[in-house]
Nanobody, 121 residues
Framework: QVQLVESGGGLVQAGGSLRLSCAASGRTFSTYAMGWFRQAPGKEREFVAAISWSGGSLYYADSVKGRFTISRDSGKNTVYLQMNSLKPEDTAVYYC??????????????WGQGTQVTVSS
C-alpha cells in the first residue's frame, strides 16, 4: 500500500513558476514508477509527466515539454514537478500517481488527493 500526498499548489501569474511535491508513504516507493496528471473543470484527467522507478526515463506531454521537469528523490520518498513559464491553460488540479510502469494513461495503482494550481493572466 502506498499513500500519496501532494503539496505546493497555489495561485501564480502567467510566466511564473511553482514546484509541486508528492510525498509517498511505504518502503516500496523506490520500486514504483510515478506520474503527474491534471484535470481542469469539465475536462478529462490528462497526462503531464512520468518517471521510471530508477529515475532514468522521463516522459512529458507535448504541452509541457521544455517547461516542466519531473524528478524523484527516493531517499525522501518524494517526486517533484517543477513548473516554469506557466500559462493560464495550465490551471487544473494536479495529481500524482504510483504504478508499475511510467505510462501516459491513468493505469496507476495509487493516487493522491490533488493540489490546485491556478495561473492568472
Amino acid at each position: 500500500q502506498v499513500q500519496l500526498v501532494e503539496s505546493g499548489g497555489g495561485l501564480v501569474q502567467a510566466g511564473g513558476s511553482l514546484r509541486l511535491s508528492c510525498a509517498a508513504s511505504g518502503r516500496t516507493f523506490s520500486t514504483y514508477a510515478m506520474g503527474w496528471f491534471r484535470q481542469a473543470p469539465g475536462k478529462e484527467r490528462e497526462f503531464v509527466a512520468a518517471i521510471s522507478w530508477s529515475g532514468g526515463s522521463l516522459y512529458y506531454a507535448d504541452s509541457v515539454k521544455g517547461r516542466f521537469t519531473i524528478s524523484r528523490d527516493s531517499g525522501k520518498n518524494t517526486v517533484y514537478l517543477q513548473m516554469n513559464s506557466l500559462k493560464p491553460e495550465d490551471t487544473a488540479v494536479y495529481y500524482c500517481a504510483a504504478g508499475p510502469r511510467p505510462t501516459r494513461t491513468v493505469e496507476y495503482d495509487y493516487w493522491g488527493q490533488g493540489t490546485q494550481v491556478t495561473v492568472s493572466s
